[in-house]
């Protein structure tokens, strides 16, 4: 099997391929794409190519429906980098309670000052900030990230009140008693003296931070967005910024005009960058891929859904196909179909099972995507 990077990929993540996997630089070559930040719309993906893992959770980067019609499994690392993020969330949380920044660069511009430990006592009254203790904490996506980030603002002594219509019962429960989830995120924006945001950015997030979400808010409420900058409109963060309903926006995910704005602290997508995280996404993105590439197993997929029959012994079949597709007739066709395990999820299906007889003939079936034999 061969892969291809498109991003360095950490070396230690990458051991955990399969003995034998070939790395190339050949795009037409490669069965598998590893990706973090490369930006792969524009992309021509060749027939050889069965699946993409990106080393990170967040996947706007990668057109999912378009190779999801070329029966092409993308995978991501759910969790894999979400203490990293949660730690900088922490850190961009105190830098917004605390001018921490303001009083570093005045201490780098008077550096030369002999009497500098005198004139620092006078100074310093510029950069007096507040505590986060006591304070309401909103946390919009309450999944690996958010999770985690209620958990540690709980311990700091921060109310927290978290909003993620897409949390399971089991995480749910999990939580710490002190945070309150609520079902409608107004209540978050209500509520929240600061508001922290942790979901991907798709058609139903983009532009959650608007107009109307602002002018829900308590007046110089804080926003921080280390997640992905078109969560938030910028016509109207411009508005809030220098009508002090938001008193600081602080981000990883600045653009030239966001970083203009008055009231912004921005530094460069830092969130996943620390060793652990790199290493942590490389290896579980390298066990998704080589578990499918050698097993057809499918976890953590975010354009097909998870099928799995642990280690094969004999050949095995994989069907992936459009919601709808002749099901049945597969059956027929494939006495191993009957007992597939075939999931639907989103449009997209896919079935697996043991043996490796009858590709052809299930190639042929209407809404059929593609037939994979491992
Ligand atoms: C993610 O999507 O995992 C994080 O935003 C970090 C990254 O983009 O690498």
């Avoid at 550096?111 to 100074?123: G, H, P, T, V, W």
């Avoid at 989830?181 to 983009?206: C, G, L, M, S, W």
Wanted: glycine residues 10%; hydrophobic residues 45%.
């Amino acid at each position: 099997m061969k892969y291809a990077c498109l991003n360095p990929i950490s070396e230690f993540g990458l051991q955990a391929l399969p003995a034998g996997f070939e790395k190339t630089e050949d795009l037409n070559e490669a069965d598998a794409i590893l990706v973090r930040s490369a930006v792969m719309h524009e992309m021509e993906f060749a027939p050889a190519l069965k699946c993409v893992a990106r080393a990170g959770a967040g996947v706007n980067n990668i057109p999912l429906d378009v190779l999801r019609d070329k029966g092409v499994v993308v995978f991501n690392t759910p969790g894999a980098n979400a203490n990293a993020v949660k730690e900088l969330t922490v850190l961009a949380l105190f830098l917004t309670a605390r001018d921490v920044p303001g009083g570093m660069a005045w201490v780098r511009e008077n550096k030369e000052d002999e009497n500098l430990a005198k004139s620092m006592e006078k100074a310093k009254k510029k950069f007096a900030g507040h505590e986060v203790y006591g304070k309401t904490l909103g946390v919009i996506g309450l999944g690996a990230i958010g999770f985690m980030v209620a958990e540690t603002a709980v311990a700091l002594g921060m109310k927290v009140v978290g909003y993620d219509p897409f949390l399971p019962d089991a995480l749910r429960v999990k939580l710490p008693a002190a945070v309150t989830v609520v079902d409608d995120q107004k209540e978050v924006f209500r509520a929240a003296d600061y508001i922290t945001v942790h979901v991907p950015e798709n058609d139903a997030t983009r532009g959650t931070f608007r107009k109307e979400a602002f002018a829900e808010m308590k007046d110089g409420v804080v926003l921080l967005n280390l997640a992905r900058a078109g969560l938030v409109n910028e016509d109207d963060l411009e508005e809030a910024l220098k009508s002090g309903k938001v008193a600081r926006y602080i981000t990883d995910v600045p653009d030239k005009r966001v970083a203009n704005m008055p009231n912004v602290i921005g530094f460069p997508h830092l969130g996943a960058s620390t060793e652990e995280a790199e290493d942590n996404c490389a290896k579980m993105a390298a066990e998704e891929l080589g578990d499918f590439l050698l097993n057809g197993n499918i976890r953590n997929s975010v354009n097909f859904p998870a099928v799995t029959l642990g280690a094969k012994e004999g050949a095995r079949t994989l069907v992936l196909f459009k919601e709808g597709a002749e099901t049945e007739k597969m059956k027929v066709l494939v006495p191993g179909f009957q007992k597939a395990e075939i999931k639907v999820k989103k449009g997209a299906g896919a079935a697996l099972f043991e043996g490796g007889e009858a590709a052809e003939g299930l190639k042929a079936l209407d809404g059929v995507v593609r037939v994979l034999t491992f």
